[in-house]
């Protein structure tokens, strides 16, 4: 099977930086588009950033400037570089792929990993 695994959660001050990273591992294909998106107590998930396997990107606009999404094809691993954190970037933050899987039906597959928080201090 597959597993996505985040790292690089924890708590910050405002105005600070954190990399989070996230590991695809299992019987993989290929990786299509990966992403972060996140969830904040009482909000629904919402898109942050995401990275095509050609490397075009999209932001959301409220971490335009700030966040800089990158991947590393080799490593089936994706990075989310973040500065000038702000108390409302509060929130688990979740790794997104849609991958095809080795052996299978060619089938692009949504995989999500299980999370990891960042805490923004004021």
């Known amino acids: 099977q597959v597993q996505l695994v985040e790292s690089g959660g924890g708590l910050v001050q405002a105005g600070g930086s954190l990399r989070l990273s996230c590991a695809a591992s299992?019987?993989?294909?290929?990786?299509?588009?990966m992403g972060w998106f996140r969830e904040a107590p009482g909000k629904q998930r919402e898109l942050v950033a995401a990275?095509?396997?050609?490397?075009?990107?999209d932001y959301a606009d409220s971490v335009k400037g700030r966040f800089t999404i990158s991947r590393d094809n080799a490593k089936n691993t994706v990075y989310l570089q973040m500065s000038s954190l702000k108390p409302e970037d509060t929130a688990v933050y979740y790794c997104?792929?849609?991958?095809?899987?080795?052996?299978?039906?060619?089938?692009?597959?949504?995989?999500w990993g299980k999370g990891t928080l960042v805490t923004v201090s004021s």
């Open positions: 997104n792929a849609h991958l095809i899987m080795l052996g299978g039906s060619r089938i692009e597959l949504n995989y």
């Open positions: 299992g019987r993989i294909s290929s990786i299509n588009t």
């Open positions: 990275i095509a396997s050609g490397a075009s990107t």
